[in-house]
């Protein structure tokens, strides 16, 4: 599932005409390039949400070939956030083993491939794709990396799911990445709009919830300021387009 249904206010002006899916990286759409990624790593269905601007984003997914079928969560009367967007979904979803979960505004070089064995030989309710990078939010983890915490360095605000040890512990940054056994859904209890993290810490306190460490490249797209930080990373260069 791609979640694609956010406003994109920070991409603005370049999302007062279109929703933040269609805003160009690369010379394709941040959808195209997401799209490709999975495809290439085997999925053969993809499950994409939309809010802003749903009818073009509807009408440029009946007009592309992506190479798989694409179906479409509408969400165009409230958007639900990631934990509500897999909810609102779960009728085109639950009939998956496992499920790849990934954010339209991430760019990276992680192979999608291997987190997905690691996922699927684990045992894991969810395992959450995280860096060791500098991020005002991270997500804690004990020595067999298994989420315990979430802590906002910026405000102080934390939510601990189980006790760890703070010298052993591992606080890493969320990649905007995961992938969820399809038996999430007997699991969930919330409704209406709330977050996969939420979600996530939630469940850890019972189920193995582990973080996959990744390292390479990564982006955020989600901003003019990191659109054009992730042009210079991935390609050298600073053209807008």
Same mark, same amino acid.
């Given at each position: 599932?791609?979640?694609?249904?956010?406003?994109?206010?920070?991409?603005?002006?370049?999302?007062?005409?279109?929703?933040?899916?269609?805003?160009?990286?690369?010379?394709?759409?941040?959808?195209?390039?997401?799209?490709?990624?999975?495809?290439?790593?085997?999925?053969?269905?993809?499950?994409?949400?939309?809010?802003?601007?749903?009818?073009?984003?509807?009408?440029?997914?009946?007009?592309?070939?992506?190479?798989?079928?694409?179906?479409?969560?509408?969400?165009?009367e409230m958007l639900?956030?990631?934990?509500?967007?897999?909810?609102?979904?779960?009728?085109?979803?639950?009939?998956?083993?496992?499920?790849?979960?990934?954010?339209?505004?991430?760019?990276?070089?992680?192979?999608?491939?291997?987190?997905?064995?690691?996922?699927?030989? =684990? #045992?894991?309710?969810?395992?959450?794709?995280?860096?060791?990078? @500098?991020? +005002?939010?991270?997500?804690? %983890?004990?020595? $067999?990396?298994?989420?315990?915490?979430?802590?906002?360095?910026?405000?102080?605000?934390?939510?601990?799911?189980?006790?760890?040890?703070?010298?052993?512990?591992?606080?890493?940054?969320? =990649? #905007?990445?995961?992938?969820?056994?399809?038996?999430?859904?007997? @699991?969930? +209890?919330?409704?209406?709009? %709330?977050?996969? $993290?939420?979600?996530?810490?939630?469940?850890?306190?019972?189920?193995?919830?582990?973080?996959?460490?990744?390292?390479?490249?990564?982006?955020?797209?989600?901003?003019?300021?990191?659109?054009?930080?992730?042009?210079?990373?991935f390609f050298n260069?600073?053209?807008?387009?």
């Amino acid at each position: 599932m791609i979640f694609a249904a956010g406003l994109g206010t920070r991409l603005a002006p370049l999302t007062d005409d279109r929703p933040k899916a269609l805003v160009e990286f690369n010379g394709r759409t941040m959808l195209e390039n997401v799209a490709a990624k999975l495809v290439n790593a085997g999925c053969s269905r993809l499950i994409v949400n939309v809010h802003h601007f749903p009818q073009m984003m509807k009408e440029y997914i009946a007009s592309h070939d992506f190479g798989v079928e694409v179906g479409i969560s509408d969400e165009s009367e409230m958007l639900l956030d990631t934990g509500g967007g897999i909810w609102k979904a779960r009728t085109l979803l639950k009939n998956e083993p496992h499920l790849i979960l990934y954010n339209v505004d991430i760019f990276c070089d992680i192979d999608i491939i291997k987190m997905y064995d690691r996922h699927v030989n =684990s #045992g894991s309710l969810a395992t959450l794709a995280v860096m060791e990078r @500098k991020s +005002t939010r991270n997500l804690i %983890f004990d020595d $067999t990396m298994q989420l315990c915490a979430w802590r906002n360095l910026t405000t102080g605000e934390s939510k601990t799911s189980r006790p760890y040890d703070e010298a052993t512990s591992h606080p890493l940054a969320f =990649s #905007g990445i995961s992938i969820v056994d399809c038996g999430i859904f007997n @699991k969930i +209890t919330e409704r209406g709009k %709330f977050s996969l $993290t939420d979600l996530y810490l939630r469940l850890a306190k019972t189920e193995k919830i582990h973080g996959y460490l990744h390292a390479g490249k990564w982006a955020d797209l989600g901003s003019i300021d990191k659109l054009a930080a992730a042009k210079k990373l991935f390609f050298n260069s600073t053209s807008q387009e």
